[in-house]
């Protein structure tokens, strides 16, 4: 079947330009997550959304990072006023069940803030 | 605090040989612990999991990891590389001190070369 998807594969921004990046999880995978891919700091969680629940948002860097997941479904990560610092490859992957369950990676946002 | 360290940013091994790469943790608790594998401008991809169920862990690729509760190791194994196993893998825990098992604490990555 098919796998999580995000769009687009690559952004080039100006600096201080807000971005949309887009994640399409694997359909009925009820748990979705956002991570953050950079030379500097690794693999970074950023955002976690589980069903109904108020989202674990505890991974973002700042205020000027925010997500939201519609109806169950597609999440849009949304940067504001980027920085090139915010440079990075964006990850986005779902979960079907528990924990004990595995994380379905997509093939990333690349992100380029000049 | 939990986290988890991959002994070794790059390893280099002939096609044919061993391959073992390292991922030591630091918890109180028993993790779960992952490996993930991630090929040239592609996502990762799970290669196996412990979750507290049997200590020898079987993945895909022939890849296996043991995880050994006195050594606060996980490390990842394979008898024989091919030339398609080299790419960057990743180590990750998830458990009650980094803010519950839903988030994944990954290692700094290690990037496997085989050459003929």
């Known amino acids: 079947g098919a796998g999580v998807s995000q769009s687009p594969s690559n952004k080039v921004t100006e600096k201080g330009k807000d971005v949309e990046l887009r994640c399409d999880p694997i359909?009925?995978?009820?748990?979705l997550y956002w991570y953050r891919q950079s030379l500097g700091q690794g693999l970074e969680f950023l955002i976690y959304?589980?069903?109904?629940?108020?989202?674990?948002k505890s991974g973002l860097p700042s205020d000027r990072f925010s997500a939201e997941r519609t109806g169950g479904s597609v999440s849009t990560l949304t940067i504001q006023r980027t920085q090139q610092e915010d440079s990075a490859v964006y990850l986005c992957?779902?979960?079907?069940?528990?924990?004990?369950?595995?994380?379905?990676f997509g093939p990333g946002t690349r992100l380029l803030v000049l | 605090a939990q986290s988890v360290t991959q002994l070794g940013s790059h390893v280099s091994v002939s096609e044919g040989a061993l391959v073992l790469l390292r991922c030591n943790y630091s918890?109180?608790?028993?993790?779960?612990l992952f490996w993930y594998v991630q090929y040239p401008n592609q996502g990762l991809q799970l290669l196996l999991k412990?979750?507290?169920?049997?200590?020898l862990v079987k993945g895909i690729n022939g890849f296996e990891a043991e995880f050994k509760k006195s050594e606060t190791s996980f490390h990842l194994t394979k008898p024989s590389a091919h030339m398609s196993d080299a790419a960057e893998y990743f180590c990750?825990?998830?458990?009650?001190?980094?803010?519950?098992?839903?988030?994944?604490?990954f290692g700094a990555g290690t990037r496997l070369a085989v050459h003929p």
């Open positions: 918890s109180s608790v028993p993790p779960y």
């Open positions: 959304f589980q069903g109904n629940s108020a989202p674990d």
């Open positions: 359909s009925g995978h009820t748990a």
């Open positions: 990750a825990v998830s458990g009650p001190f980094s803010g519950g098992y839903n988030k994944l604490i």
């Open positions: 412990y979750t507290s169920a049997a200590t």
């Open positions: 992957a779902s979960r079907l069940g528990g924990v004990q369950e595995t994380q379905y």
